[in-house]
């Protein structure tokens, strides 16, 4: 794309033209009864900002801790700990990757009748739909659970890989205040390098957040990538099928080798993990596995306990069956 940008102009601070490009296309995607506004979202320099200011605006000064269930994307608890606001955190079910609901509701319980000044009260819920790096959607159990937390507690979805999904929770927002969803251009939009996330919630929350926000947050480059993105997002996204079918394939390919167990994806990646004595896989055999592939020319990410391996072009995909078939030669 070429874009012609004033370079010695700040940029638009209020991302006015961005924003209105978003609700847009947040209202077409999802075919809203009642649409979304551009004064219910808020921009910022990729998904790490917003959680960043969602921790101060809930949390900051002992205020709150912040619950999520692992493996999960690991900035909530980092941008956390960086902040000094306690992380709290719940394991998931190994058959489906389902948070322990039980676990999260105690642990909530717990913090609200705690007096110790090491754990304050739990002011934000983290959870991604579908889940990083395990690729499983939020359950029905799951949701009914979040629906049911008081408006005291923040639920934040992240909905980072919705492009790949097409599982939201938009629609849902009208009616719960406390909700905030967070997307980004980093992945079906392939923006990554420009940074660019955003977040969507009731007017008053979104109001908040601007306020932590800083000024001019998201260079004019950016901004203007983001909306040229969005205006040909119908080119942009049509891969996305393709990606899927890939997807499948791998998935099959990859569920077939006797020494791997996989689960389903609801995502542009496939997690697993290594077939052994109570379906664990040692750190030590994930790292020895990561590193012959990446000897061999393909990256896969070792997190979670388990592997996350990126779907690609066709011919990247048999080359990773192929690699992969080798290391376990």
Request: negative net charge; aromatic residues 6%; charged residues 20%.
């Amino acid at each position: 794309y070429q874009q012609l940008i004033e370079a010695n102009r700040y940029p638009d601070g209020g991302h006015g033209e961005l924003k209105n490009a978003i609700a847009e296309y947040v209202n077409e995607s999802a075919a809203l009864e009642k649409v979304v506004t551009p004064h219910q979202i808020s921009v910022g320099n990729g998904s790490d900002e917003l959680i960043r200011s969602i921790l101060i605006a809930t949390c900051l000064g002992g205020e709150g801790s912040i619950l999520i269930a692992n493996p999960t994307f690991s900035m909530y608890s980092i941008l956390a700990q960086t902040l000094g606001i306690p992380v709290v955190s719940v394991g998931r079910r190994e058959e489906n990757f389902e948070m322990k609901i039980d676990d999260a509701q105690a642990a909530i319980e717990q913090t609200v009748t705690e007096t110790s000044t090491q754990r304050p009260p739990i002011r934000v819920v983290f959870v991604v739909h579908p889940n990083s790096p395990t690729a499983n959607p939020l359950t029905l159990q799951e949701l009914e659970w979040l629906r049911g937390l008081p408006d005291n507690i923040l639920v934040v979805i992240d909905e980072a890989y919705f492009e790949f999904s097409q599982a939201s929770v938009v629609q849902e927002l009208a009616d719960h205040p406390n909700w905030v969803i967070l997307r980004t251009f980093s992945k079906a939009f392939r923006l990554a390098t420009h940074r660019v996330g955003y977040s969507i919630a009731h007017p008053e929350l979104i109001a908040a957040l601007e306020k932590i926000r800083l000024p001019y947050n998201l260079p004019s480059f950016s901004q203007a990538a983001a909306i040229v993105a969005l205006n040909n997002r119908q080119t942009l996204l049509a891969s996305i099928p393709e990606i899927i079918a890939e997807r499948d394939k791998l998935l099959k390919a990859l569920s077939e080798h006797p020494a791997l167990q996989v689960w389903p994806s609801a995502s542009n990646f496939i997690y697993l993990r290594l077939q052994q004595s109570g379906n664990e896989s040692t750190s030590k055999d994930l790292t020895q596995v990561t590193q012959a592939m990446k000897d061999q020319g393909t990256l896969i990410r070792h997190t979670g306990g388990g592997l996350r391996i990126t779907v690609g072009s066709p011919e990247e995909n048999t080359r990773t069956l192929q690699r992969l078939q080798a290391v376990f030669a």
